[in-house]
T-cell receptor, first 115, second 114 residues
Framework: NAGVTQTPKFQVLKTGQSMTLQCAQD?????MYWYRQDPGMGLRLIYY???????DKGEVPNGYNVSRLNKREFSLRLESAAPSQTSVYFC??????????????FGPGTRLTVL | KNQVEQSPQSLIILEGKNCTLQ??????????LRWYKQDTGRGPVSLTI?????NTKSNGRYTATLDADTKQSSLHITASQLSDSASYIC?????????????FGSGTRLSIRP
């Protein structure tokens, strides 16, 4: 049981390049999330998917797109990377049952640097 | 505005000592509060979760308290160990929340010295 896995672990991009961050979970969770974490700030939600087939914007969606490929996989795409997107990106998943406290399980993170 | 404030920002204590971390929030309507531990270079891991009706929850040497009236929570660590060195994050969710109503604090960085 790997939990939540993310690839790659590290990435360096030049301004304007594109890339996709991959996330997969093997816990049969309904909900999946993408966060970014910047120094001195709390995690901020970029996009989330409450269930397979749905995606919604979070707090900081500009410059990103997502795809919920199936129940297991949720990818995050940067179409034209900017230095402001330098950050650590975390994927998370949760059971996603309405009305119940919902603990999120996080992946190990992707450290992205945009030059 | 929904906010979660944590104090102190950082803390250094000697191994074996106890410590208490604080969390104040203005998230409304309140659903639940969680404490996460985040080791350097890793994703956060859940320690405790408390709903409105719970005022204390323990997980080994970690004890979280919640005062929903004053909108305050604390995380008490007993007999600290070197492995407790990490960031501790307070997370508050709004009732019937969609994911966009989950608010993270910026964390308290705890260092345990031998």
């Amino acid at each position: 049981n790997a939990g939540v896995t993310q690839t790659p672990k590290f990435q360096v991009l030049k301004t304007g390049q594109s890339m996709t961050l991959q996330c997969a979970q093997d816990m049969n969770h309904n909900s999946m999330y993408w966060y970014r974490q910047d120094p001195g700030m709390g995690l901020r939600l970029i996009y989330y998917s409450a269930s397979e087939g749905t995606t919604d914007k979070g707090e900081v969606p500009n410059g990103y797109n997502v795809s919920r490929l199936n129940k297991r996989e949720f990818s995050l795409r940067l179409e034209s990377a900017a230095p402001s997107q330098t950050s650590v990106y975390f994927c998370a998943s949760s059971i996603g049952l309405a009305g119940a406290p919902d603990t999120q399980y996080f992946g190990p993170g992707t450290r992205l640097t945009v030059l | 505005k929904n906010q979660v404030e944590q104090s102190p920002q950082s803390l250094i204590i000697l191994e074996g000592k106890n410590c208490t971390l604080q969390c104040n929030y203005t998230v409304s309507p309140f659903s639940n509060l969680r404490w996460y531990k985040q080791d350097t270079g890793r994703g956060p891991v859940s320690l405790t979760i408390m709903t409105f009706s719970e005022n204390t929850k323990s997980n080994g040497r970690y004890t979280a308290t919640l005062d929903a009236d004053t909108k305050q929570s604390s995380l008490h660590i007993t007999a600290s160990q070197l492995s407790d060195s990490a960031s501790y994050i307070c997370v508050v969710s709004a009732r019937y929340s969609s994911a966009s109503k989950i608010i993270f604090g910026s964390g308290t960085r705890l260092s345990i010295r031998p």
